[in-house]
């Protein structure tokens, strides 16, 4: 069975500057997760789908970032503009529906803001 | 509010037993998930639990007690690969709430 896929695996970035940043779930996987995580602290969940829907989106800063999943499957995440402290990965998990449904998680992206 | 804590850090000899604790206060509960973090990695599943007692699986337990919003992971035989992040998460809802993450170091 794949896994989720993300891309790129490390981005480099200039403040002020905009990124994107893709994942491809595992097939049949539902609900898709784009989370923050800085060194040393867990996941913070910034986005969460269920199918093409948004669950939760309230922790977004949607003055600079949005997210899309198009036909319920492969998703993007968007900042624009960069700032220092989005410096962090970003992770992308999915699952299937369920309360015992576990969260596969994908690489992550590094992104680094200059 | 919502919360999930835990121990910061921890440090323990190869070929002990370490216990990681993590206390939660959530709306609503619908399982505990465990998952082991490598530094750089992502992090992958180790267990879950949604009913009360202990789940063993290998060298790694789980126990759950909800009327104490408590679980804690017991990880027996240590190994140096064990030194990892060990991250507790709470399904409230829809929502997966996610403690901060205990590091666990090892010493030989």
């Known amino acids: 069975e794949a896994g989720v896929a993300q891309s790129p695996r490390y981005k480099i970035i200039e403040k002020r500057q905009s990124v994107a940043f893709w994942c491809n779930p595992i097939s049949g996987h539902a609900t898709l997760y784009w989370y923050q995580q800085i060194l040393g602290q867990g996941p913070k969940l910034l986005i969460q789908f269920q199918n093409n829907g948004v669950v939760d989106d309230s922790q977004l800063p949607k003055d600079r970032f949005s997210a899309e999943r198009l036909k319920g499957v492969d998703s993007t995440l968007k900042i624009q503009p960069a700032k220092l402290e989005d410096s962090a990965v970003y992770l992308c998990?999915?699952?299937?529906?369920?309360?015992?449904?576990?969260?596969?998680f994908g690489q992550g992206t590094r992104l680094t803001v200059v | 509010g919502q919360n999930i804590d835990q121990p910061t850090e921890m440090t323990a000899t190869e070929g002990a037993i370490v216990q990681i604790n993590c206390t939660y206060q959530?709306?609503?509960?619908?399982?505990l998930f465990w998952y082991q973090q490598h530094a750089g990695e992502a992090p992958t599943f180790l267990s879950y639990?949604?009913l009360d007692g202990l789940e063993e699986k290998g060298r790694f337990s789980s126990f759950l007690s909800r009327s104490k919003g408590y679980s804690y992971l017991l990880l027996k035989e240590l190994q140096m690969k064990d030194s990892a992040s060990y991250l507790c998460?709470?399904?409230?809802?829809?929502?997966?709430?996610w403690g901060a993450g205990t590091k666990l170091i090892i010493k030989p």
């Open positions: 959530t709306s609503g509960f619908n399982g």
């Open positions: 639990n949604v």
């Open positions: 998990a999915s699952s299937l529906v369920g309360g015992s449904a576990e969260a596969f």
């Open positions: 998460a709470v399904r409230s809802n829809y929502q997966l709430i």
